[in-house]
């Protein structure tokens, strides 16, 4: 079965600076991802998704994410990070019709 | 579209009584979904349907969790009897095809037994 593993419990950013999630997936074939977001007493958000064609994925809220199949990886960016991005950041992938999440980074955002 | 709604969006009630949660999809979507969540564990699926048929049951955790989908529009989540370890927030989803498509989350229902 597929997994994803998202190796930081917890970022801390300025607001302004640039963010990086981390993502990593384990799957045969080329899975299915996304990236969702869950603030404070919410359901999730769906930021983007990956099915297929250009690796570069643009998503709401002015986010980003990069498949990169020879790392295994499908890390969330922006440039610059506003404090209302605070929130947890959830990395999902699909594959034989059965989703799995990510442990989930925090996102703690500096004045 | 007012997306996935739930209730109750909080529940507190005392060990060993019945809870029922419940879950209306987005209209046209056929396939539902219901999550668990808490610290511990973090987002875990329980169980999910395709056209009101249970696809995927194995996230169940024990004899006391059930889930039927009488029709397209709506779902329940019982816990019969609740137990402590049973606190945590359970999201329903629902999704235009199962897997492939987009999941909407619902809010949430926070559960806490006393």
């Known amino acids: 079965a597929q997994s994803v593993t998202q190796p930081d419990i917890h970022i801390t950013v300025s607001e302004g600076a640039s963010l990086e999630l981390r993502c990593n997936y384990s799957y045969g074939a080329t899975p299915y991802l996304f990236w969702y977001v869950q603030s404070p007493g919410q359901g999730l958000q769906l930021l983007l998704k990956?099915?297929?064609?250009?690796?570069l994925v643009q998503g709401i809220k002015g986010f980003e994410a990069e498949f990169k199949r020879s790392q295994s990886s499908f890390n969330l960016r922006k440039p610059s990070v506003h404090w209302s991005d605070a929130a947890e950041y959830f990395c999902?992938?699909?594959?034989?019709?059965?989703?799995?999440f990510g442990a989930g980074t925090r996102l703690t955002v500096k004045p | 579209d007012a997306g996935v709604i739930q209730s109750p969006r909080h529940e507190v009630t005392e060990m060993g009584q019945e809870v029922t949660l419940r879950c209306k999809p987005i209209s046209g979507h056929n396939s539902l979904f219901w999550y668990r969540q808490t610290m511990m564990r973090g987002l875990e699926l329980l169980i999910y349907f395709n056209n009101n048929v249970p696809i995927d049951d194995s996230g169940m955790p024990e004899d006391r969790f059930s889930a039927k989908m009488p029709n397209a529009s709506f779902s329940t989540l019982k816990i019969q009897p609740s137990e402590p370890r049973d606190s945590a927030v359970y999201f329903c989803?629902?999704?235009?095809?199962?897997?492939?498509?987009?999941?909407?989350f619902g809010p949430g229902t926070r559960l806490l037994v006393l």
């Open positions: 999902a992938v699909v594959g034989n019709n059965d989703m799995r």
């Open positions: 989803a629902s999704s235009s095809n199962v897997g492939l498509e987009t999941q909407y």
């Open positions: 990956y099915f297929s064609g250009d690796t």
